[in-house]
């Protein structure tokens, strides 16, 4: 069975630049959420996807948004990148609605530098 | 609105000694409650979680904790540290109806000294 990989791991920006981030899904899981985790804070959730469709929303501005495929892999985008962007993006998979209680399976994220 | 506490951003225990690593929350309703573990540049993972039922939850590499509505906490403990147990910590509440949404705490570093 393979784990939620994200890529890229590590990825150097500058101010007003735009990144996407990649997301796969653990086989079978339907859900996905992204996080954002900056330097000695606890992640912030920034969205969900549930069967391709948005299902709930952090308190992010819409220069963060995101997709969900069919095969449920998904992708970050933010548009002009600021300093405070910097953080490590986590993506989360599940079976089911994680705020019901289900499991979600963390990637190892991906290191944004924004300078 | 909710919120998570966890008091202490480091505790430092040596290797055998209890592990108490502490989480307040807030919620109008009963939630769910999640512990998690982050290792250097890795993802989190699962070690514990209540949702209902037994309010002392077991948890992986032998942690539990014990969900206590009247002083809304959810504390972890480990009887016997290991080395291997060196690692940040995160507690999280979830509610059903809140978008998938996991609010987490600011996170414990527990140190263990040999």
């Known amino acids: 069975e393979t784990g939620v990989t994200q890529s890229p791991t590590h990825l150097i920006k500058t101010r007003g630049q735009q990144v996407t981030l990649r997301c796969s899904s653990q086989s079978g899981h339907n859900t996905v959420s992204w996080y954002q985790q900056a330097l000695g804070q606890g992640p912030q959730f920034i969205f969900q996807?549930?069967?391709?469709?948005?299902?709930g929303r952090g308190n992010f501005p819409p220069r963060f948004s995101g997709l969900q495929f069919p095969n449920y892999s998904s992708e970050l985008n933010v548009n002009a990148l600021e300093l405070d962007d910097s953080a490590l993006y986590l993506c989360a998979s599940s079976f089911g609605l994680a705020g019901a209680g289900h499991e979600q399976f963390f990637g190892p994220g991906t290191r944004l530098t924004v300078l | 609105a909710q919120s998570v506490t966890q008091l202490g951003s480091h505790v430092s225990v040596s290797e055998g000694a209890l592990v108490l690593l502490r989480c307040n929350y807030s919620?109008?309703?009963?939630?769910?409650l999640f512990w998690y573990v982050q290792y250097p540049n890795q993802g989190l993972q699962l070690l514990l979680k209540?949702?209902?039922?037994?309010?002392l939850v077991k948890g992986i590499n032998g942690f539990e904790a014990e969900f206590k509505k009247s002083e809304t906490s959810f504390h972890l403990t480990k009887p016997s540290a290991h080395m291997s147990d060196a690692a940040e910590y995160f507690c999280a509440v979830s509610r059903e109806n809140q978008g998938g949404k996991l609010i987490f705490g600011q996170g414990t570093e527990l140190s263990v000294k040999p």
């Open positions: 996807y549930y069967r391709e469709e948005e299902n």
């Open positions: 919620s109008s309703v009963p939630p769910y």
């Open positions: 209540y949702t209902t039922g037994a309010t």
